[in-house]
C-alpha cells in the first residue's frame, strides 16, 4: 500500500480509537499479552533468524544483546502490558471546568493526540512498549524498527493486529513500516500524521527535525552535569560521580562533565580519580583540576562532548554561578545534579538550571521513565513544549475544549444583554 | 545591536525571570498599569502620529480602526493587568509528586519556556497584553509588532522597560523588534528561542513555519462548521447559525461551511435564508440544497475555504456519521459544533470530531481566550502538541523534574539492594 494511503487510514483509525472506552482498550492489551505469551516459540524463531542473519553481517556484540528477544524478555514485556492495563485510562479526563454563564459550560478533556510515527532502533521490545502505549492512550501509531530486526518486528505487529482485532478494536491502528522510503515518505505526511518520535542518534533526530514539517519530540544530546559544591559531603560524592559516569556510559543520562568548587577540589579530586579510574574512567581536566591531579588536558571542545563512553571532564569552577553558567552554555537541558548540604544552595542551582532534570545529592542516572514510576517511557525529551524529560502516556495525550450550550449566541454578550460568570467548577464533564 | 546578542541576553534575562517570586512579577505588573496612566497623553501622542502616517499611506479602515490606541483602549489594557495580578502565580506549582524511594522524592514542577517570540498585527494593545502574559509566566519576550504602530510599540516598550526595571525585574527580559530583517534572524535563533507565536493571515503562520527550526504555536485555518441534526431546535438553530456567521466575520472562529441533516432541510433552509440575507450573507450551497432554497452552486473548493467575509456554503448530508466525516476531512480542527437535542448524539459528535472546540448548543464565536475566561489569549492553536485551542497562561508554560535524595545510585537498584517504592504523594516540592 502506498505510504499516503496508509497514513489516511490509521487517521481513520485513530478516530475510532479515541471514541473507545477503557475496557476496551484494556481488553486489547490483555489479548496483545495472551497472544504474545502463546506465540512465544514463534517470535523465538523470528528472532533467531534475525540474530542469524546479523551476526552473518557481522553486526557487533552490544547490538546483537540489544536484537535478542527471547523467552525472559518477552515476559518482561508481558508483565509490563499487564502494569499498562492497571493504569487510569489517561483519555476523557476532565482538566478545568468553567461555568462561562448558566447553562454554557466548558470543559477542558484529555484526547489522544491522533496518529503518532515512531522510529526507533534495533530492540523489538520496543516495539511492543511503544504500541501498547499507543493502544493505553488511544493514538494510532506507524512504527519502523531497526532493519536487523525486520522477522521479529513482522511477527509482533501481525500478533498485535489480530489481537486487537479480536476484541473489536479498529483495524488499521497499528502500521508497521519496513523501508526507509516508507520513513521518508512519512515525515512528508503533515495532513495525517500529528507527531514523530525519532529514537536515536543525536544526528538522526536532526536529520528527522530537519527533514518534516510533522511536530518531533526528542532528544538532541545529553551533555549532562554533576557540581560539587563547597559543601558537599565528600564520600556521597565520590559515590555519585561514579554511579553518574559509570553506571551505564552508552546513555544520554550519562554524566559527562564534572564542576567542582575550588573550595572542594583539593580534597575531593585524588580520591576521586582513584575510584573513577578502578572503574576505567579516563579523566580530562582543565588547568585548575591539572594542578591538583595528573590528568590530559580538557578544552573547550570537551564542554560540549557527549562522550558516551569511559571518559569524565572535568572543571573547576569559584563557585555557584560560575557553575550554573557553565551548565545554563555548555549543557544540552537534559539533567543536572547539584551535591550540596544546604538546601537554599540546591534551590539555587534548581530553580536556575534550565534543564528538564535538576537533582540534588542523587545520580544524573535516575533520569529515566521507568525510575520516575512512568511504568514506560516513549523517550526523553529535550524540548520544553508538549512533553519535557522522560515522556510516558501523558506526553502522547491532547485535549479538547467541550462547551455545553442551551442555544447561546455571542451577539447577546458583545450587547451586555448575557454577562459571563466564568465561574471555576470541580464538575467532569458529564459525556 | 545584533539580533543575535538580543536574544542571548533575552536567554540570559529569562532564567533570572523563572527565579523571580510572584510578588516581584506582580508588583511589575503594577508598575507597567501606573506607568501606562501616568504616560496615557505621550501614549495617545505616539499613535496619532502612527495614526497619520497609516492615513497618508491610505490604509484601510478596519485597520486604522485596529491601529487606534486611545485613552479608553489604554483603560481597557490597564484594566486586564489589574485582572492578570489578581491570577494565581502560575509558576512553581508541583503537578505530580512521587516517593520514587525513602528519602528520594520526585516532583514535576511549573517553569516558564524560557523566551518567546511574537510577531504580531497592527493592534498596539496586543503589544502590552502579550508582554504582561509573559511576565505573568516568567518569560522573556521579543515582540515585533506591525510596521503600522512603530511610534506606539516604541513608546509602550520603553514604559513597559522602565516600570519593571524600577522594580528590580532584570533588564532585558522584554525586547522591541522593528524590522522585518529582526525578524528574519530570529527566526534562526533556535539557540537561544524556545517557541515562535505567529499572529496573522493562515499562509504568514505557514511561511514562519516553513522558514524556522524553532517550535512555532499558531494557527493555520479556521474552517468552523455548524451542523443541524435532524431533532435540532428550529428557532435555536436559525439564531446560532446567524450569530455563527454574522457576529464577526472576519475571525477565525466564524462558521465558514453548514451541514444540514435531509430530515430537517426543508424545515429549516427557508426561514435560515431569510434570516441570513437580512444579515447580507451571500449563501451558496450543494444540489440537495439548491433543490430546496435558489441559492448559488457550491463545489469542493467551497468546502475547503475559509471566506472570513459574509458568504456561507452549506451541504445536506444524510446523518450524523456523514457530517462527521466531512467535517474531519475539509475542517480546519479549529471550532466545530452540533444542534441537537440528544444527549448521546452530541456525545458521538464531540468524541469523533477531532477539533480543538467541540461545541453543542452555542455559537462557534465562544472559541476565545476571554470569553473562556482565561483573561487574556496569546493566539489560537489548531496543533494538537503541547497547547490546543484559545491559549492563555498555561500554554506558556513548560516544567522540570526536582528529585531530592540523600546520595541514591542507581548501582544500587539495578543490583537489587534498593527497590522503588514509587509511590504517589500530595505534597508539593519544597523547594
Known sequence: MQMEQLGKIAREAGILLAATDTK???AGLLAIAKALEENTYAIVAANLADMKRSQEEKLGAPLLKRLTFDADKINDVIEGIHSLIELT???????LSTQLDEGLDLYKVTCPIGVIGVIFESRPDAFVQISTLCLKSGNAVLLKGGREALETNRILAKIIHEATASVGLP??????????EDVTAMLALDQYIDLIIPRGSNHFVQYIMNNSNIPVMGH?????HVYAHEDANLAQAVAIIVDSKTQYVAACNTLETLLVNEKIAAALLPTLKTALEAKGVHIKGDPATQAIIPVEAATEVDWKTEYLDYILSIKIVPDLAAAINHINTYGSGHTDVILTTTEATAQTFMTL???AGV???CSTRFSDGFRFGFGAEVGISTGKLHARGPVGLDGLLSYKFKLLGHGQCVADYASGKSHF???AQKTDCPI
Open 24 to 26: 476496551t482498550r484494556n
Open 89 to 95: 485510562d489517561p483519555l476523557g479526563a476532565t482538566k
Open 171 to 180: 483495524t488499521n491502528w497499528i502500521q508497521n513500516l519496513e523501508t526507509r
Open 220 to 224: 538532541a544530546d545529553g551533555i549532562c
Open 353 to 355: 538550571v534550565d534543564s
Open 359 to 361: 537533582f540534588w545529592n
Open 421 to 423: 460568570t466564568h465561574v
